[in-house]
């Protein structure tokens, strides 16, 4: 089916960091890709794509395609891609406020964890998905357990995401090939590795505090031997994590795992929050990705990742919410602008992390991390994985409507909110349109919600 979104505004990516706002726009449709950008002074750079355009060169007048939609004078912008995040943790939201990462792990989340079934899973992640849809992000990074029932729920959501068996090992005496997480984690992949699908697995390795070596070891020819594959690793979270690692091998997590081969430009590298300025450099020229997540980190009082000197040295760094226990939402806009000001404020530099980086960070670099460069940017070609925002709210005027100018890419950091989503589309298919869930079961999905709620309090009350 053909589409056509008209009557709206067009976040434009020029170029790396490079944003602008057109307005009077027109958008074409075709399948599951963008075919045609237009407006009255031109037209995107790739011209229409449509196989069958009845119209070449003006085919967003409306008549090739089977579907208009009014944006009534919306923003259309790149759906945003959360890099790192645990969806099923909705069920644990606030639990273990005020603790540190390691007491948060160890006295409030892992006795909730130890109980919860599949079906609790499923049922965390659809709420999450609820959330995602209806602020903006049209792609996930998930690692949790009982990945296939996470597979399973997101596939039908529409959503894409990444989704790993989380690699686990605590054991340094154990034989990896006695420990049925290893070939579980590599089953995972081999089932569900198809790159045209939506949601596809990947490997992962929780850490280095969470894994041995001889699992490591064990896992990197798998790695090795399935190329495009993407890698998630929780990386230099907290100065403790850090000085443990290097206690035990003498090594950073950074430098650790570069020794045992795994690090690569399809690996996503969550917070990096005490990496050293070597580890950068190992980062950079691995080609490895960094995933910030500025609430958790600092939810958690874990400190602030070096992202602007990450950025200077080429790396690419992604946005994620982590999990809804050391975050509260899920909303990419609020990490946008927390991320914009908290580098900002640490460094007392109002220079650092410009509005395009920003954008940047939760748009195409979260993609190139995923290992999904044909989504994050609205262009001929690129699946159409868009969303549309409101910017009627009081909240999205100023100045530039006296100058009759378009809306500053500066208003989408630093002013947006998630509310202002009107509609969530992921591959050409509507997914959410204001207020209303159109491959989710809202109701049912509130009502599982609070089943499981009430299981795993009684499941705590056995324990």
């Given at each position: 089916?053909?589409?056509?979104?008209?009557?709206?505004?067009?976040?434009?990516?020029?170029?790396?960091?490079?944003?602008?706002?057109?307005?009077?726009?027109?958008?074409?449709?075709?399948?599951?890709?963008?075919?045609?950008?237009?407006?009255?002074?031109?037209?995107?750079?790739?011209?229409?794509?449509?196989?069958?355009?009845?119209?070449?060169?003006?085919?967003?007048?409306?008549?090739?395609?089977?579907?208009?939609?009014?944006?009534?004078?919306?923003?259309?912008?790149?759906?945003?891609?959360?890099?790192?995040?645990?969806?099923?943790?909705?069920?644990?939201?606030?639990?273990?406020?005020?603790?540190?990462?390691?007491?948060?792990?160890?006295?409030?989340?892992?006795?909730?964890?130890?109980?919860?079934?599949?079906?609790?899973?499923?049922?965390?992640?659809?709420?999450?998905?609820?959330?995602?849809?209806?602020?903006?992000?049209?792609?996930?990074?998930?690692?949790?357990?009982?990945?296939?029932?996470?597979?399973?729920?997101?596939?039908?959501?529409?959503?894409?995401?990444?989704?790993?068996?989380?690699?686990?090992?605590?054991?340094?005496?154990?034989?990896?090939?006695?420990?049925?997480?290893?070939?579980?984690?590599?089953?995972?992949?081999?089932?569900?590795?198809?790159?045209?699908?939506?949601?596809?697995?990947?490997?992962?390795?929780?850490?280095?505090?969470?894994?041995?070596?001889?699992?490591?070891?064990?896992?990197?020819?798998?790695?090795?031997?399935?190329?495009?594959?993407?890698?998630?690793?929780?990386?230099?979270?907290?100065?403790?994590?850090?000085?443990?690692?290097?206690?035990?091998?003498?090594?950073?997590?950074?430098?650790?795992?570069?020794?045992?081969?795994?690090?690569?430009?399809?690996?996503?590298?969550?917070?990096?929050?005490?990496?050293?300025?070597?580890?950068?450099?190992?980062?950079?020229?691995?080609?490895?990705?960094?995933?910030?997540?500025?609430?958790?980190?600092?939810?958690?009082?874990?400190?602030?990742?070096?992202?602007?000197?990450?950025?200077?040295?080429?790396?690419?760094?992604?946005?994620?919410?982590?999990?809804?226990?050391?975050?509260?939402?899920?909303?990419?806009?609020?990490?946008?602008?927390?991320?914009?000001?908290?580098?900002?404020?640490?460094?007392?530099?109002?220079?650092?992390?410009?509005?395009?980086?920003?954008?940047?960070?939760?748009?195409?670099?979260?993609?190139?991390?995923?290992?999904?460069?044909?989504?994050?940017?609205?262009?001929?070609?690129?699946?159409?994985?868009?969303?549309?925002?409101?910017?009627?709210?009081?909240?999205?005027?100023?100045?530039?409507?006296?100058?009759?100018?378009?809306?500053?890419?500066?208003?989408?950091?630093?002013?947006?909110?998630?509310?202002?989503?009107?509609?969530?589309?992921v591959g050409g298919d509507v997914l959410y349109d204001r207020g209303r869930f159109l491959t989710i079961d809202r109701d049912r999905v509130y009502a599982d919600f609070a089943a499981s709620l009430r299981g795993i309090a009684e499941r705590m009350k056995e324990r």
């Amino acid at each position: 089916m053909k589409k056509l979104i008209k009557n709206c505004s067009v976040l434009l990516r020029r170029g790396p960091t490079d944003y602008t706002v057109i307005t009077d726009a027109r958008v074409g449709i075709d399948g599951d890709s963008i075919c045609c950008v237009e407006w009255p002074e031109g037209k995107l750079d790739g011209g229409c794509q449509a196989e069958s355009c009845s119209a070449p060169g003006s085919c967003c007048g409306g008549s090739a395609y089977d579907q208009v939609i009014d944006a009534g004078g919306a923003l259309v912008m790149p759906g945003l891609v959360n890099a790192h995040g645990h969806a099923a943790m909705t069920l644990l939201r606030c639990v273990g406020g005020g603790l540190p990462l390691q007491r948060w792990l160890e006295e409030a989340i892992f006795p909730v964890e130890a109980v919860l079934k599949p079906e609790d899973v499923a049922a965390g992640t659809e709420m999450a998905m609820l959330e995602m849809l209806s602020t903006g992000t049209t792609c996930f990074s998930e690692m949790y357990d009982f990945p296939d029932a996470d597979f399973e729920v997101i596939r039908r959501s529409g959503m894409r995401a990444n989704v790993s068996r989380v690699g686990l090992c605590f054991d340094p005496e154990l034989d990896p090939k006695d420990w049925p997480r290893t070939r579980e984690c590599v089953e995972f992949v081999d089932t569900h590795r198809d790159p045209a699908d939506r949601v596809r697995a990947e490997f992962c390795f929780h850490s280095e505090y969470l894994t041995t070596e001889r699992f490591v070891r064990a896992i990197q020819p798998e790695i090795a031997a399935r190329p495009g594959v993407t890698l998630n690793i929780h990386l230099s979270e907290t100065a403790k994590e850090h000085e443990e690692c290097i206690g035990r091998h003498g090594l950073t997590p950074a430098e650790y795992f570069e020794k045992l081969g795994v690090l690569g430009p399809n690996c996503l590298l969550a917070h990096c929050v005490w990496v050293e300025d070597s580890d950068l450099e190992i980062i950079a020229r691995t080609g490895a990705s960094i995933i910030h997540n500025p609430s958790s980190n600092m939810k958690l009082g874990s400190g602030f990742a070096p992202v602007a000197q990450a950025l200077d040295m080429g790396i690419n760094v992604a946005l994620g919410t982590d999990g809804t226990a050391s975050n509260d939402d899920l909303d990419m806009f609020e990490e946008m602008r927390l991320a914009a000001l908290i580098h900002k404020g640490e460094e007392n530099d109002p220079t650092l992390l410009s509005a395009g980086q920003l954008l940047d960070m939760a748009t195409v670099n979260g993609a190139k991390a995923m290992g999904r460069r044909d989504t994050g940017a609205i262009a001929p070609g690129m699946k159409a994985d868009l969303i549309l925002l409101d910017l009627s709210g009081p909240h999205m005027q100023g100045p530039w409507l006296a100058e009759g100018g378009a809306l500053p890419p500066e208003a989408l950091v630093y002013c947006a909110k998630g509310s202002d989503v009107l509609m969530t589309m992921v591959g050409g298919d509507v997914l959410y349109d204001r207020g209303r869930f159109l491959t989710i079961d809202r109701d049912r999905v509130y009502a599982d919600f609070a089943a499981s709620l009430r299981g795993i309090a009684e499941r705590m009350k056995e324990r």
